[in-house]
């Protein structure tokens, strides 16, 4: 058994990891690289062997190269948790468009030839993922708890050993989506180490810290901003405000302000997918409750609206809370509010999610005094604020955890999806529980 990696191992982009056994091959994710990972996208390693394609999830630094991989002539399965298979050509629309210039009739094309390859698979079911039923490769998809459809990877060789691909674990006890639990075996476990270095804040303390800010910017009037990822971080913000007016701890009639098309459709499905929400999140929809879907959030649809928003806020200086795409600030409607109401030091920016270096969110997060939008220098007087409590991956804690909770331990320990200094922390708090760890 080999593993390569052909993105992802020493970064937190572009997630890509191959398995070979017995003459046969599996590719497990293929995703975009971002912010200062700079490596072309084309793909650079050969296809021609691999028998399938599995999906953790559908986070663009996991699924953002497979336009390239279909146009390198990839025509096996793609396997991934029905959820999954709904967000990814969601999730690629906007790429086809940015990155390879395709709309319309040519986007929509290549939208239903991946749609053509998805193989929906149901959590904790056993799947032979190659064409040798009896001494070929089988996968089982578990949940992560990261986003909807999230999942670890269970692949089964020929010689019955296990080997577990996490992607992107979540931390434990957040309210919109159960914790992952440990598999029963793990032969060779291949983990992502995100925050491995790092203890979040609980969840208790993220919604004590989010009504804080609201309050202050209810005090000095000015705009929130909430750069968010339109999978995961979105709906735990949309959930965690819901709480703060259901329990009257912030006023009822504060606008917010969803404007993110790609976020409002992947809401959606996260409605439609209830069945995978957490015991917590289950409940508030049986007394009624609707966390995703309050009266007081405003879906702004079209551009023009959008535009007529930020000179609106940028005139008034009114409070709102607005949460926006892209995460990173590296496109996307947040652009336009951040060149707005930058210069404003009634604003707040909460950053609710990882910063990837070189990105203008990296930099925003590292209190710079002047970015660069548009080609204009734009000079930064609002108020920055990072909240550990609402990243989707695991911490420290919960990937050690993780890890203990499989028996007997993992052989070997292959650390992925980190930067240089979190694996190399991570490995030496692994080595000291006996455990072995690869970076």
Same mark, same amino acid.
């Given at each position: ?49 691999? &028998? ?15 336009? $390239? ?5 990839? /025509? ?13 050509? *969601?999730?690629?629309?906007?790429? @086809? ?28 079911? $056993? ?9 070929? @490769? $089988? ?33 434990? /006890? ?22 491995? /270095? ?55 009639? @504060? ?21 995978? $929400? ?69 604003? &707040? ?45 695991? &911490? ?33 708090? *692994? ?9």
């Amino acid at each position: 058994m080999e593993i390569f990696h052909h993105g992802g191992k020493d970064t937190v982009t572009g997630s890509c990891h191959e398995l070979r056994a017995n003459n046969q091959a599996i590719l497990i994710d293929c995703g975009m690289f971002q912010g200062a990972d700079t490596r072309p996208l084309d793909i650079e390693f050969s296809i021609n062997h691999l &028998d399938a394609l599995l999906l953790t999830h559908s986070h663009i630094d996991h699924i953002g190269r497979l336009p $390239w991989l279909l146009t390198s002539g990839f /025509n096996q399965p793609i396997y991934c948790s029905e959820a999954t298979a709904e967000l990814v050509p *969601l999730m690629l629309e906007d790429s @086809l468009k940015l990155q390879l210039g395709l709309t319309g009739k040519k986007a929509e094309q290549f939208l239903n030839r991946i749609r053509r390859l998805l193989h929906p698979i149901n959590y904790n079911q $056993w799947l032979p993922v190659t064409q040798d039923l009896e001494s070929g @490769l $089988w996968a089982r998809f578990q949940p992560a708890g990261h986003i909807l459809g999230s999942a670890y990877i269970e692949v089964r060789l020929p010689n019955q050993e296990v080997v577990v691909f996490s992607g992107d674990l979540g931390p434990s /006890n957040t309210p919109l989506l159960p914790d992952p639990v440990p598999p029963q075996r793990a032969d060779h476990l291949i983990i992502e180490t995100t925050y491995s /270095n790092a203890i979040h804040e609980d969840i208790a303390t993220r919604s004590k810290r989010l009504r804080q800010i609201i309050e202050r910017s209810l005090l000095n009037g000015g705009v929130i901003l909430i750069p968010a990822f339109s999978v995961g971080r979105t709906q735990e913000l949309l959930f965690d405000i819901e709480q703060l007016i259901f329990s009257k701890k912030i006023e009822v009639d @504060l606008p917010i302000i969803l404007d993110s098309p790609m976020a409002q459709r992947v809401t959606q499905s996260y409605r439609r997918f209830k069945q995978l $929400w957490g015991q917590e999140a289950k409940e508030r929809l049986g007394i009624k409750r609707h966390p995703l879907a309050f009266e007081q959030c405003i879906m702004v649809q079209d551009y023009r609206a959008h535009q007529r928003l930020v000179n609106r806020l940028k005139s008034t200086g009114e409070p709102a809370i607005v949460v926006a795409a892209s995460g990173m600030c590296q496109g996307g409607r947040i652009m336009d509010y951040l060149k707005a109401l930058l210069p404003d030091k009634r604003t &707040d920016i909460i950053f609710a999610g990882y910063q990837a270096k070189g990105t203008l969110g990296h930099s925003l997060q590292q209190q710079a005094s002047s970015v660069i939008i548009d080609d204009e220098n734009i000079c930064v007087e609002a108020e920055i604020h990072s909240m550990s409590g609402y990243s989707a991956h695991a &911490d420290k804690a919960d990937l050690i955890k993780f890890i203990k909770g499989i028996s007997p331990p993992p052989k070997i320990i292959h650390l992925v999806h980190g930067e240089p200094k979190a694996k190399q922390h991570f490995a030496s708090q *692994l080595a000291a529980q006996g455990l072995n760890a690869i970076k």
